[in-house]
């Protein structure tokens, strides 16, 4: 049942999927015949929440508003925003001419700052997280309506056996986030866990918490993003595949403005997709979890 406060759904959809070799955001499942996002706004219904914003590119504009938009729950209120390289503030707008790909995360969700006037879950469209983290965000802002939120995963449900993964792993303080680090090439060994941290490779244990982009953000959230475009842009080195990133920009609101961020395990499982070759596999372990 829906309840007044419900938080909206920010699905972030507009990447290019270089690795993937297209929209892998509209990539239908086999068997299933539906994409993740599709999956993901399900359970995000189911949860009681109502309104949804996509963020997309152009190129996928079309099969969305024809073929995905038909199948979602007709209840669901759907707003479609496009983001694009040449949405900069005016006086950086020469950065977007040799620019070819998207500006990252943090960049997608602040094309849709004018949508969002309350608490939203923002996901991304190609990883799907289980329907029990939609009910446990949306009990979290019934309970703290003014503080963000995460629902990050156990590290071990997060592996891959077709070799090493980055995560984004998290470090508490009690149940608050203060910051999360980067690890790269994590997979499981004979020894445990291990991953690298800064070329060093460590251990990590199962119960490590890895950041998977499931956030529960307010609308204060927005006006730390552009100003951290901004200074993102003012420091720009040329780099044109430099990408501004949402966990970023959240540890720096955590660092600077004090905030609060409470993280909750994850009760399921999370699957990802990157290559095409791993969506059978995907569709297999998607319809056994639901």
Known sequence: ???????????????????FGGGKQIALLPNINRTIMELSIEDAYKAGIREVVLVINGQIKAVVEQ??????????QITLVEQSISQVPKQFASYAVPRQKPWGTGHALLCAKAQINKPAIVITADDYYGPKAYQQMVEHFQRHPDNMAMVAYPLVKTLSQLGGVNRGICQLNGSKLTSVKEYTDI????QGIVGRYKGQQQRLPASALAS???WGITPELLDSLELGFEEFLRNYDNGVKKEYY????IEQCIVSRNMDLIVYS??????????KEELAAVAGKINEQR
Do not use: K
């Open 266 to 275: 994850a009760e399921d499982h999370w699957y990802g997709v990157t290559f």
């Open 246 to 249: 949402l966990p970023n920009c």
């Open 1 to 19: 049942m829906q309840q007044v406060d419900s938080p909206m759904l920010v699905v972030l959809a507009a990447g290019l999927g270089s690795r």
């Open 187 to 190: 997979c499981q060994t004979t």
């Open 212 to 214: 998977m982009t499931f």
């Open 67 to 76: 073929d995905i938009l038909p199948r979602l729950p007709t209840q669901m």
